[in-house]
């Protein structure tokens, strides 16, 4: 069945791709293809690495993995899959994350090429530096719905994948989510934040009560309000909504009229915030429109009619239950993590975000529609996949035949441009960026914070959050003073204390390691009064905002910014992912903005 038919390739290709060892990076939709491509097109030595096992969901187009496989390890079953059409193809499978400690710059450097098919930023700027530490080259693969590309990052040679200061997640300010939505999507986000509070992991950044602090309910409006209720910080004193929830024992009805009647009442009493907008209207758990209607009648799938209100209330009180019975089998302490595949929790968001919808005169939105806006999820397009993985085979016997000059980046872009093009190639490979932090010959970074106020805990947090490190070492520069190690115990007592307790000041030079990552950076402090967190400042671009969190599978990602000129890639919402512009405009991003915000969800749309 293999395709490694005489004739096909020239005599050097065949026998260069006889020689080569592969490394392929996820056994998601894209890495299935290119693990297909690559046993088809005969290449005889894989390695290929998945943390997951394989979900129903991935059955559409993972093809590779079939009903029976459902719970078992991806790398493994797609393995055994490809075999079956190659058997004689030396493939070794490991269920594993690629950011485990088991794979070193010794473990990267046996390998020819290194083709990434990851859906997160966290891995992709681990296997970046890795390969940049290995001096092997790595070809970068994403699709978002239609749109994909296909990239190679080569030291010295070309951009590395974080070369380009990454936008920042489609966010949106707190008062917004908590008192005045006006799209679908606030309501969705409050949903997700609400669910954090009931059943999830509770974080204050993420409260569902209505904001007093916001700037425009001040003056007169909510004065009474806020004279009663107001703590310093301007928020509602009340019980945490995880204990009075509980003290209810979820009683639904009662939930329901907290959140969808008394809060909103408490809204409407800040005068201020509906001069110019439509007020919201309370809703009572007796007296819900639709309640009297049958089912529209609708030709779609279930998933795709939009409830009623009364639909959306029963649905509430059914899936606060079964999430409180979730909770309660689990040990003390512990909390549910929201899941757009788990059907309690996608429905509990559905109905919370339509009866929002309602109240505040938002269009109400079917399951499917905000699935794919909770989840940040741009639908995964078997086709796209398919392409791009095609496409990063034909670089990957470019490369193998000595033509690295050719592998410039290409663009699938989800309809044909004004020139006839679906496929965008670059015409020369990008160089990289000089300023670089990470590939750069000496990498240097600033690092704005309050050095009065950051503490050696928070330095290690922007270290792992800002630079991407997993197990970072900082010294300060010239006198090899240790301040923060990553050994368990050895700099931990000193977690508590400002940089200025320990002994660090403005303009003071840190050398920050990771040895996992074989990676070091020059890390300068600046002392900014007003800096409540820490922000990365590089000399050549906008300061970036601290991420809150950047996660998992889908979530929180790393899309790249534009780069300038035609044709050139746009930066997705929630993920990862570099996306075609639409319209060839080559337009700057948006800047970062600099209050804090919002997340749109724990799942950046990530390139897939
Ligand atoms: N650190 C990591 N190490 C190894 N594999 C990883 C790592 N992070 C992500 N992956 C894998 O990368 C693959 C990306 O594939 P894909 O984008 O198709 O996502 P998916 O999880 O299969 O689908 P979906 O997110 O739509 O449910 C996934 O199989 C995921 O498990
Ligand atoms: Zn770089």
Redesign the pocket.
Known sequence: MVARVAGVFDEKLTEAIANSKILV???????CEILKNLVLTGFPQIEI????TI?V??LN??FLFHKEHVGKS?AQVAKDSALSFNPTVNIIAHH????SNDYGVSYFKQFNIVMN????R??RN?VNRMCLAANVPLIETGTAGYAGQVELIKKGLTQCYECQPKAPQKSFPGCTIRNTPSEPIHCIVWAKHLFNQLFGEEDPDQDVSPDTADPEAAGDAGASALSSEGTAAGNIERKSTRAWASDTNYDPEKLFSKLFGDDIRYLLSMENLWKKRRPPTPLTWDNLPGKDNAPTQHSGLPDQRVWTVHECAQVFAASCKALQTDLKSRPDGDHLVWDK?EKSAMDFVTACANIRAHIFNIQLKSRFEIKSMAGN?IP?IATA?AIVAGLAVIRAQALLKGEIETCTSVYLRPKVNHRGQLFVPEKTLTAPNPKCYVCAPKPEVGLACNIKQLTLKDLNTAFKEGLNMQAPDATVEGKGLVVLSSEPGETDHNNEKTLEEIGLNDGCALLVDDFLQNYEVRVRLQQEDDEKSWRLVTDTDTPMPAPKEDK???GSNGAKEPKPGPSRSKEDSDSDMEIIDEDDDGEPAPKPPKRRRTEISDEVV?L?
């Open positions: 990076v996820g056994a998601g939709g894209i890495g690495i998945d943390l997951d979900d969901s991935n187009r993972q991806k594993d994350s690629v950011i098919a990851l859906d997160n966290v891995a681990h595949d999820i995964a996949n998992t599978a889908n990530e897939c």
